[in-house]
């Protein structure tokens, strides 16, 4: 059975760092494209991040030069550092699996940036 469970998320000021983590269960997590997405409150989820099975990325606009996306094949593990944090990153985050047929979606964890 598949599970995405996050972590990491919390209270940051602005311009702080944060980094949440993924931690993907199941068969064949290195052939999958894992994904970061967030929602903040009365707006729809947004692509943040997502990397390749091969390790390519990419990026929002938004979060270009300040975020980075990365994982560990050997843990079952995806990152996503953030830094130089804005209030308007303020969101819950979640971590997405690509599947064949679907895609596992995590729990969110919620990040809060004050300014």
């Known amino acids: 059975q598949v599970q995405v469970v996050e972590s990491g998320g919390g209270l940051v000021q602005a311009g702080g760092s944060l980094r949440l983590s993924c931690a993907a269960s199941?068969?064949?997590?290195?052939?999958?494209?894992m994904a970061w997405y967030r929602q903040a409150p009365g707006k729809q989820r947004e692509l943040v991040a997502a990397?390749?099975?091969?390790?390519?990325?990419n990026y929002a606009d938004s979060v270009k030069d300040r975020f980075t996306i990365s994982r560990d094949n050997a843990k079952k593990m995806v990152y996503l550092q953030m830094n130089s944090l804005k209030p308007e990153d303020t969101a819950v985050y979640y971590c997405?699996?690509?599947?064949?047929?679907?895609?596992?979606w995590g729990q969110g964890t919620q990040v809060t940036v004050s300014s």
């Open positions: 990397i390749t099975s091969g390790g390519r990325t």
């Open positions: 199941g068969s064949g997590f290195s052939t999958k494209v």
């Open positions: 997405k699996m690509a599947g064949v047929l679907t895609d596992f």
